[in-house]
């Protein structure tokens, strides 16, 4: 049997299929009147947390304005909605959250994200909301204003 010729490998073009770059859309966080404001007002180093983009404002006039009774929104709290189910954030702005220290196991900022799931109620309604701000409202502290 004939023995194959040495191939020179530094000749051998090697073709890869290159990715395309996912390109990340900067996050625009927008306040309960649709406003542009600053997410290092919001968030520690100004990042916004990983999968907070599945998340946007809260359009539902109703919705909106039975939050904005309970957090006037000159205040600057945010109000956003999973995109993939019935789960809602209240965002305290970093001047009024209360930094959860190393005793309550938490990152330092974590409590200015409230969590509000409606999942079990199969959708939000003004009553429900109601009821859930109100156990928000007891976390938060802000003082004189």
Same mark, same amino acid.
């Given at each position: 049997?004939? !023995? ?23 996050? #625009? ?26 998340? #946007?404002? !809260? ?76 156990? !928000? ?9």
């Amino acid at each position: 049997m004939p !023995v194959p010729e040495p191939v020179d490998v530094s000749k051998v073009e090697i073709k890869t299929a290159a990715k395309p770059v996912k390109k990340e859309k900067p996050f #625009i966080l927008k306040d309960t009147s649709g406003e542009v404001v600053d997410s290092s007002e919001y968030f520690y180093n100004g990042k916004n947390p990983i999968g907070f983009s599945e998340f #946007i404002p !809260v359009e539902r006039e109703d919705l909106l304005e039975i939050f904005n009774k309970a957090f006037n929104p000159k205040m600057g709290f945010l109000f956003y909605k999973s995109i993939k189910s019935e789960v809602y954030l209240v965002i305290v702005p970093l001047k009024y959250s209360t930094v959860v220290s190393a005793e309550q196991e938490s990152a330092d900022g974590d409590f200015q994200k409230h969590a509000l799931s409606f999942i079990g109620e199969g959708s939000v309604n003004p009553d429900t909301l109601r009821s859930k701000l109100a156990r !928000v409202l007891k976390f938060v502290k802000i003082g004189d204003n």
